[in-house]
């Protein structure tokens, strides 16, 4: 195999890993189901109707339950990111996988709570 030819192999594989990779990410899908079980670290906060948080400062917490699915995947990814820099969410949003959140949108879009 002359040197041309394993460098276009190389370039292709790369490019079908690339894509591959792609779509994977666009098919991460919620499950309001897996959800439910990955929402007891937020049902401290989230789950109390007028709650409010005392530390770092006192703060309302925002109700989440019945908001848009991407909005709420959007959001997640933005503390994870630190784009938003809300001190908790940060802290939580970090422990997150794509799946997890994902599944949390779904449930919380879902949901009443
Ligand atoms: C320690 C209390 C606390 C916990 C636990 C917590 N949150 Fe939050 N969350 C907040 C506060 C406070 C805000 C508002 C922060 C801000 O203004 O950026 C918020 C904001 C959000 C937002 C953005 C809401 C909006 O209207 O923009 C989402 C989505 C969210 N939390 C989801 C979750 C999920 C999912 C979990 C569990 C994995 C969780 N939170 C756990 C306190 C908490």
């Given at each position: 195999m002359g040197f041309q030819k394993v460098v276009r192999r190389v370039c292709l594989g790369v490019l079908?890993?690339?894509?591959?990779?792609?779509s994977a990410m666009a098919e991460v899908k919620g499950?309001?189901?897996a959800g439910a079980k990955k929402n007891s670290m937020c049902i401290g906060c989230h789950g109390i109707p007028d709650y409010k948080t005392a530390y770092p400062v006192l703060y309302r917490v925002p109700k989440i339950a019945g908001q848009n699915y991407d909005y709420?995947?959007?959001s997640l990814s933005a503390y994870r990111s630190g784009e938003?820099?809300?001190p908790s969410m940060v802290a939580i949003a970090t422990t997150l996988t794509d799946q997890d959140i994902?599944?949390?949108a779904a449930f919380y879009a879902a949901g009443t709570r």
């Open positions: 079908v890993g690339l894509s591959f990779g792609a499950s309001a189901e709420l995947v959007a938003r820099n809300h994902a599944d949390l």
